[in-house]
T-cell receptor, first 118, second 119 residues
Framework: GAVVSQHPSRVICKSGTSVKIECRSL??????MFWYRQFPKQSLMLMAT?????????EQGVEKDKFLINHASLTLSTLTVTSAHPEDSSFYIC??????????????FGPGTRLTVT | AQTVTQSQPEMSVQEAETVTLSCTYD???????LFWYKQPPSRQMILVIR??????QNATENRFSVNFQKAAKSFSLKISDSQLGDTAMYFC????????????????FGQGTTLQVKP
């Protein structure tokens, strides 16, 4: 099956710094990628939909300037948490759709990135 | 707007027994997909089973089956012969149909049900 990777798997950064998380589709082209945030024992909260070559569409309540999303190629989307604060500590998950399969429902998830802001 | 509700935060089942996880949803769409995802302690999301709303037949995947009641907007998951490896958080999810729409395919998740399979 299709594989999505995320890097890094876990990261610790200091308050006020920025951190970048990469999401890659390894064996397919993903014109659409999604970024989620998940708190312990809670559901996945969609943050934004990332389309290759265009601006991301953010969900209501998600700060665009805080969470910068770039989808520069058909296999890579990045999420940059700017000026991170302890409340940004969370588990971030990306997923990707294989658009070559047309109307396929299939969405492939990355393994997630645990961000800890100290 | 679509919503998905899982009313059972936690459940447990003895190994080899059967358990049913509940899910209800609300939508005005006629064509859509429903999914059950599993998130084990590794936190990797795994697709368990899917159902197209236009199909009346309930989907099955080995030990996993669903009871899809479109009129009642209910989509429960039955796990037969539960195994220790089934211990995970299970999420019910909704997606609007893609064909002929501008839908990007985003998933709407329920709150999740933590399932513990006991030996």
């Amino acid at each position: 099956g299709a594989v999505v990777s995320q890097h890094p798997s876990r990261v610790i950064c200091k308050s006020g710094t920025s951190v970048k998380i990469e999401c890659r589709s390894l064996d397919f082209q993903a014109t659409t990628m999604f970024w989620y945030r998940q708190f312990p024992k809670q559901s996945l909260m969609l943050m934004a939909t990332s389309n290759e070559g265009s601006k991301a569409t953010y969900e209501q309540g998600v700060e665009k300037d805080k969470f910068l999303i770039n989808h520069a190629s058909l296999t890579l989307s990045t999420l940059t948490v700017t000026s991170a604060h302890p409340e940004d500590s969370s588990f971030y998950i990306c997923s990707a759709r294989d658009w070559a399969s047309g109307g396929s429902y299939e969405q492939y998830f990355g393994p997630g990135t645990r961000l800890t802001v100290t | 707007a679509q919503t998905v509700t899982q009313s059972q935060p936690e459940m447990s089942v003895q190994e080899a027994e059967t358990v049913t996880l509940s899910c209800t949803y609300d939508t005005s769409e006629n064509n859509y997909y429903l999914f059950w995802y599993k998130q084990p302690p590794s936190r990797q999301m795994i697709l368990v089973i899917r159902q197209e709303a236009y199909k009346q037949q309930n989907a099955t995947e080995n030990r996993f089956s669903v009871n899809f009641q479109k009129a009642a907007k209910s989509f429960s998951l039955k796990i037969s012969d539960s195994q220790l490896g089934d211990t995970a958080m299970y999420f019910c999810a909704f997606m609007k149909h893609l064909i002929g729409s501008s839908n990007t395919g985003k998933l709407i998740f329920g709150q999740g049900t933590t399932l513990q399979v006991k030996p």
